[in-house]
């Protein structure tokens, strides 16, 4: 099964069934549980443009020095900027960190984004687009991750494996992938697609020779299909 590439986002059969090859090569990942959206969203904005592990362990000096929050936001930004190296582009990073910080006491009266958890899922998809330097791929990811809603983050992973499965246009950005292809996947499979298709695009599917020989969802994958995933 294969699917020309559409600005309406691929069919509920494609879907289905990319969903379950995936499940059957990865499995089902863990249940989703409510987190700390504050959290989230700065742990997010570290795992741009650098890896999993670098971010991680950014976040986690980020911690260690700044107890709190508040810590965080009444530093010096070269403390903050220093705490954040190791993530990379820490000249923005930090100066972004505190700007978002700043921005939610002033909002919230508080230093938490707990509002998130009973806001509409639009209205905190806006709240989190307001907030200085955090896009739809952030935005979504704290929605889906720290308070389970049902949206459908786009990453770098995700915008080249649907790529190749023609369920956007070749050259759509991710942020443009996202808004095409979270209306036509069922909300209940948001979730372990996300996390799936992230697994995959780690495990085999990587942007240059990706191992399409043992592909789970290379019947589903035109680009693969005609050796073109370079």
């Known amino acids: 099964m294969t699917q020309r590439p559409s600005d309406s986002g ?3 059969d494609a879907i289905r069934a990319v969903h379950a090859a995936l499940l059957a090569a990865y499995g089902r990942p ?4 409510l987190g700390n959206p504050l959290d989230g969203l700065i742990a997010t904005l570290l795992s741009q443009n650098t890896t999993a592990a670098n971010s991680r362990a950014a976040f986690a000096e980020l911690k260690r020095r700044f107890p709190t929050w508040q810590a965080c936001l ?4 070269g403390a903050v900027v220093r705490a954040v190296r190791g993530a990379g582009l820490s000249r923005v990073r930090g100066p972004r960190i505190q700007a978002i910080l700043a921005r939610v006491a002033a909002d919230q009266g508080e230093l938490s984004l707990d509002v998130l958890h009973r ?3 639009r209205g905190a998809m806006a ?3 307001s907030l200085p330097g955090v896009g739809p791929k952030t935005a979504a990811c704290v929605l889906l991750f720290s308070c389970r809603r049902r949206v459908f983050p786009v990453d770098t992973h995700v915008a080249r494996i649907t790529r190749r499965l023609g369920w956007a246009p070749g050259r759509a950005t991710p942020e443009a992938i996202q808004a095409v292809l979270e209306p036509p996947i069922p909300p209940g499979l948001r979730y372990a697609l996300h996390v799936n298709l992230i697994a995959h695009g780690r495990a085999l599917c990587h942007p240059r020779s990706p191992e399409c020989s043992v592909c789970p969802i290379l019947a589903y994958c035109p680009t693969g299909q005609r050796g073109e995933g370079t």
């Open 10 to 12: 691929p069919s509920p």
């Open 30 to 33: 863990p249940r989703q549980r």
């Open 74 to 77: 009444d530093a010096p930004v």
């Open 119 to 121: 806001l509409p899922a």
């Open 127 to 129: 709240y989190l687009l």
